[in-house]
């Protein structure tokens, strides 16, 4: 059986990560192999209670119930959705992953090594690939109407946690202020390149 592999696309608010994780299981699919979009916060339960509660309100709820929440999801969507999917050998885009708490929940000062003891069971990406836009960009993009991790001083200090793991090379950086057929091209020849080695 073929191993599957995992691929997860991260980035600022409004850098492209739907655009291109959707663009990417296409690209790839065209190519032959079996790929599958998902993203975080999933469509299980725990997720969809997120959405409702966490996203969609003014206010920010403390980042420790956010970090716990944001695991929860994540165990359940690694076992009920990537695990199966990866084991059947497909190729499984997530759109926003593990670097996602890191990164958000990270920001407002939580212990990044307590975030990721949280999610010592989260799966380790074969690739995770990071959307790089100036926040400028990021905020021009997102507008008026902005949820509670929209806020400038918010994607400012994302943004140095996420350059923090592209430094670490623990993510790859791709230029996301060029056209999205641009940006496409480079994430996929970025995974067709590890999933030919």
Known sequence: MMKG???????LDKSGKTTQSILLVDALQKEGFKAHYTTEPSNGE????????????????????????????????????????????KVVVCDRYIYSSLAYQGATGLSIEWIKEINRFALKPDLAIYLNIPVE???????????????LETQEKVEEVY?????????VSVDASR???????????????????
Do not use: N, W
Not at 163 to 171: C, I, N, P, S, T
């Open 137 to 151: 960009v990021a905020m021009q993009r997102i507008g008026k109407k902005r949820s509670v991790m929209e806020k």
């Open 46 to 89: 725990v997720g969809r209670f997120i959405r409702r509660y966490v996203l969609d309100r003014r206010y920010r709820v403390p980042a420790s119930v956010e970090a716990l929440l944001f695991a929860a999801d994540r165990a359940d969507h690694t076992e009920r959705e990537i695990k199966p999917l990866l084991g059947d050998g």
């Open 179 to 197: 056209s999205v057929q641009e940006v496409a091209e480079e994430i996929k020849s970025l995974v067709l390149e590890r999933l030919r080695c």
């Open 163 to 171: 350059l923090r793991f592209v430094r670490f090379g623990e993510m």
């Open 5 to 11: 592999f995992f691929v997860c696309i991260e980035g």
